[in-house]
């Protein structure tokens, strides 16, 4: 094959990508109804994400979608050593890697189940974030709207749900339950993706 041969290039840069275990878009290629997604979310987006929450404390977090467990190793290098991190994913090749990953570590349950089965398993106002990088908007429309309003359900008053998305498909589905919003945006991200910071008001209606 020729060097400048546009077949060529294309295959040094698929071999790139495999030899430096970007495996995250192999299996995402492969498992796309699930993942929606070409690229592991970026540190920038991640520091967006969690802005507003104090890492001092003690902390009970949930993570839904975790994937390559990109936003999940920050989150244990940020927490304290007795904070636990709650994890929910379906996707039964990034399960077993998380399970082997986070064998030994005392913060972290994995579930290896949808987000949706949240509301059988943690007591009402007992959650201080539920940060979420589920594809919304390929999720049917009850079932995104169970689990926004599960995640209202299991957090502490005044504390957030995050949720990250690249064109705000889902935002009126997340305004019916979390009147209280904050955007953000990072376009340091691939593709640029929009936050919705959403806060449990004290009074509000669960
Ligand atoms: C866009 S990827 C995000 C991966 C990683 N957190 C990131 O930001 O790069 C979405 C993840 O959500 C998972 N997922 C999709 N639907 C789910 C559901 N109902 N419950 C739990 N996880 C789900 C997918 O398997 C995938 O790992």
Do not use: H
Request: proline share 3%; aromatic share 16%.
């Amino acid at each position: 094959m020729q060097k400048n041969n546009f077949f060529y290039n294309l295959n040094l840069s698929l071999n790139f990508l495999i030899k430096n275990k970007m495996w995250f878009n192999k299996i995402a290629l492969k498992n796309y109804k699930n993942i929606w997604s070409l690229a592991r979310s970026s540190k920038f987006l991640y520091k967006k994400m969690v802005c507003n929450i104090d890492f001092s404390k003690d902390l009970k977090l949930v993570e839904y979608g975790p994937g390559d467990w990109v936003f999940t190793d920050e989150l244990i290098k940020q927490t304290t050593k007795d904070s636990k991190i709650y994890l929910f994913e379906i996707d039964p090749y990034f399960c077993d890697l998380l399970k082997e990953k986070y064998k030994n570590n005392s913060k972290i349950t994995i579930y290896d189940k949808s987000a949706i089965i949240a509301k059988d398993l943690f007591d009402e106002n007992s959650i201080d974030c539920v940060l979420s990088s589920l594809p919304l908007a390929f999720i049917d429309d009850n079932n995104v709207n169970q689990i926004l309003s599960t995640s209202k359900n299991i957090l502490k008053p005044e504390w957030n749900f995050v949720q990250y998305q690249y064109f705000l498909q889902n935002k009126n589905n997340i305004k019916n339950v979390f009147w209280n919003i904050n955007y953000k945006f990072t376009p340091l991200n691939f593709p640029p993706a929009f936050v919705y910071v959403c806060q449990k008001k004290l009074w509000a209606k669960i």
